[in-house]
């Protein structure tokens, strides 16, 4: 069965480094997401792509954030500087669309710590 | 906008008795609910979801829902638990059209007892 997959499922960097997420979607799906969940809380959204471009964002996702689809098959987000309360899991989802289905599949996750 | 309630932080029952997890979701228009679970150090594996038709869903596990539009309820139920299914438990909503996100609830821990 295809999957979300994601890598690295653990990052650890200096505060004010860039990181980049990697994720690669269900083939045939065309809208992707990034959620996160810091440790303890519920799982929040950060932005959903579409047609190469970012149909919606959260208040979450600022200049230091940014989403890309270099290739056919990656789906990256990078945080530019990256903060103390950036640390928390991160999941790409892929969505898939038909009839009488509309469902969000999620990867298993990055964990990013910054010290 | 929308948004989803999961009154219960943490719920602890014996293993064979039965389960319920609440979810209350507050949208204007019919939603999509889905109800995702969580083990320690994992991904979120969806367990089933709600679009329309049957209010009464069957999902992975052994488990289901039910959508009660007048109660704005989508309750998660299995009628004997196995220790595996000790969990984090999420309920989401996602709107008909439009913006696509998921609005996550707090989530539901599920601690089983021998």
């Known amino acids: 069965e295809p999957e979300v997959t994601q890598t690295p499922s653990h990052q650890v960097t200096q505060m004010g480094q860039e990181v980049i997420l990697r994720c690669v979607p269900i083939?045939?799906?065309?809208?992707f997401y990034w959620y996160r969940q810091i440790l303890g809380q519920k799982v929040e959204f950060l932005v959903s792509?579409?047609?190469?471009?970012?149909?919606?964002k959260s208040e979450i996702f600022d200049d230091q954030f940014s989403v890309e689809r270099p290739d056919g098959s990656n789906f990256t987000l990078k945080i530019r500087s990256t903060k103390l309360e950036d640390s928390a899991m991160y999941f790409c989802?892929?969505?898939?669309?038909?009839?009488?289905?509309?469902?969000?599949?999620f990867g298993p996750g990055t964990r990013l710590t910054v010290l | 906008a929308q948004s989803v309630t999961q009154p219960d932080i943490h719920i602890t029952v014996s293993e064979g008795a039965s389960l319920e997890l609440r979810c209350n979701y507050s949208y204007g228009a019919t939603p999509y609910l889905f109800w995702y679970v969580q083990s320690p150090g994992q991904g979120l594996q969806l367990l089933l979801k709600?679009?329309?038709?049957?209010?009464l869903v069957q999902g992975i596990k052994g488990f289901e829902a039910e959508f009660k539009r007048s109660q704005s309820s989508f309750n998660l139920r299995k009628p004997s638990v196995h220790w595996s299914d000790a969990a984090e438990y999420f309920c989401?909503?996602?709107?008909?059209?439009?913006?696509?996100?998921?609005?996550f609830g707090t989530g539901t821990r599920l601690t089983i007892i021998p």
């Open positions: 989401a909503v996602g709107v008909s059209f439009g913006n696509e996100k998921l609005t």
């Open positions: 989802a892929s969505r898939e669309i038909g009839v009488g289905t509309d469902t969000q599949y």
């Open positions: 792509f579409y047609n190469n471009e970012i149909s919606e």
């Open positions: 083939s045939n799906h065309l809208y």
């Open positions: 709600y679009f329309s038709g049957d209010t």
